[in-house]
T-cell receptor
Framework: GESVGLHLPTLSVQEGDNSIINCAYSNSASDYFIWYKQESGKGPQFIIDIRSNMDKRQGQRVTVLLNKTVKHLSLQIAATQPGDSAVYFCAENPMGLTGGGNKLTFGTGTQLKVEL | NAGVTQTPKFQVLKTGQSMTLQCAQDMNHEYMSWYRQDPGMGLRLIHYSVGAGITDQGEVPNGYNVSRSTTEDFPLRLLSAAPSQTSVYFC????????????FGNGTRLTVT
């Protein structure tokens, strides 16, 4: 079946460095992708999204890159801070624009650890 | 705005017991859904609803029922709890009809003994 996967389960970075979290997707019909941050004991929190007609989208300290050719998604966090420590999930909407709402498919997550 | 509110936060059940997990949202979202989160499995869709009176099954619907009598509420019912249903349950909502991000509650941690 279709799946969304992450390359690394754990990523450790030094405070102040940039972080890059990667995600591979396999459903070529997906046209909407989201990154979520989940802190311990809380629900996933929306970070940034991107539609398939874009290659890059920037937010506050975060950038999402989409490479449709190789079906790859990445989240870049600039100047990583201790508060960025969390699990990060990528998600895709495999139904596309004509599909049933937001039946998102999630990856298994990457734990980001920020070392002081 | 409170966003998505889930109750209870924690629950322990014995095998065979039934219970209802509550979910309410105050954002006037048409779309609501339930996910379960297990270690190493990510989030898996249980049931979803695109509006009041309309529900449908997700990836792992067995053992769960839902109803949607109002736009705001989307309760999840466990009819006869089993240890395999030990998990963290998340309710999420969003606007329907265009791609918009799901907004999640803070979850209910359920243990079935």
């Amino acid at each position: 079946g279709e799946s969304v996967g992450l390359h690394l389960p754990t990523l450790s970075v030094q405070e102040g460095d940039n972080s890059i979290i990667n995600c591979a997707y396999s459903n070529s019909a997906s046209d909407y992708f989201i990154w979520y941050k989940q802190e311990s004991g809380k629900g996933p929190q929306f970070i940034i999204d991107i539609r398939s007609n874009m290659d890059k989208r920037q937010g506050q300290r975060v950038t999402v890159l989409l490479n449709k050719t190789v079906k790859h998604l990445s989240l870049q966090i600039a100047a990583t801070q201790p508060g960025d420590s969390a699990v990060y999930f990528c998600a895709e909407n495999p139904m596309g624009l004509t599909g049933g709402g937001n039946k998102l498919t999630f990856g298994t997550g990457t734990q980001l650890k920020v070392e002081l | 705005n409170a966003g998505v509110t889930q109750t209870p936060k924690f629950q322990v059940l014995k095998t065979g017991q039934s219970m209802t997990l509550q979910c309410a949202q105050d954002m006037n979202h048409e779309y609501m859904s339930w996910y379960r989160q297990d270690p190493g499995m990510g989030l898996r869709l249980i049931h979803y609803s695109v509006g009041a009176g309309i529900t449908d099954q997700g990836e792992v619907p067995n053992g769960y029922n839902v109803s949607r009598s109002t736009t705001e509420d989307f309760p999840l019912r466990l009819l006869s709890a089993a240890p395999s249903q030990t998990s963290v349950y998340f309710c999420a909502s969003s606007y329907y009809g265009s791609n918009s991000p799901l907004h999640f509650g803070n979850g209910t941690r359920l243990t079935v003994t």
